[in-house]
């Protein structure tokens, strides 16, 4: 049974991430309450502290508010996520057994194009950080972990077409046939070509959507409209 905690970190997630409650604005628990059905405050502070957590919302000087979009922050992770993943799949190439890597497409490689926006940005999250696991190194899966949820807000103003989901599907299968060649620059290549077109779909999202929307978008340590 879902908890009104649970409704309203659902709700206010949603709100963020289609940007109804825009970068920068502030949450007061007054306005959370009167917005989303008088919650109470126990449920508010709660649903606060997830969002926070998945880096949508920070509290500072004791006011909560939407954390902006930064676009310096997400050129920085996907430069760093392209660092890991090049270095974590050359670990993969020596690592990885044939039972792992059928088992990572076979999880988190979708048959199919047609998956909710939901299904389809999670089992993108959870192919990369599962190709971290199988370098056999930890620290590798919780950098990605991380990275991802950066990005979380930007890869999910993304409208990707059909023909982009297949594309996806495609380079990612070419990942893991590379790694059950042993071809480490191979496989070091692909997921760098991979990571870089993500990272012009970012920008180009950033130069869209969110501005386009009037939403508050931080560039360095400025604001613009």
């Not at 880096?55 to 939407?66: N, P």
Request: glycine residues 6%.
């Amino acid at each position: 049974m879902t908890t009104q905690a649970e409704k309203l970190y659902a709700e206010l997630r949603s709100d963020i991430l289609n940007l109804v409650l825009g970068p920068g604005m502030r949450l007061s628990e007054r306005d959370i309450e009167a917005r989303y059905g008088g919650p109470s405050r126990t449920p508010i502070r709660g649903a606060l502290l997830r969002l926070e957590a998945d880096r949508l919302v920070q509290k500072v000087d004791r006011v909560w508010s939407v954390t902006p979009l930064s676009i310096t922050h997400i050129l920085q992770a996907c430069e760093f996520r392209i660092g890991i993943e090049r270095e974590g799949v050359t670990l993969a190439c020596e690592r990885a057994t044939p039972a792992q890597l059928d088992a990572l497409e076979e999880a988190h490689i979708p048959v199919h194009t047609d998956a909710s926006r939901n299904d389809w940005l999670r089992s993108g999250q959870e192919f990369h950080v599962e190709l971290m696991r199988l370098s056999g190194n930890d620290l590798y899966v919780e950098a990605m972990q991380d990275v991802m949820q950066r990005l979380a807000r930007i890869r999910w103003l993304e409208v990707m077409d059909e023909a982009g989901r297949a594309r996806t599907i495609i380079e990612h299968r070419e990942i893991l046939r590379h790694l059950r060649a042993g071809n480490t620059q191979a496989a070091r290549d692909t997921v760098t070509r991979h990571a870089l077109e993500t990272q012009k779909r970012h920008q180009d999202t950033l130069s869209t959507s969110v501005m386009r929307a009037g939403s508050l978008v931080v560039r360095g340590s400025s604001y613009v409209k």
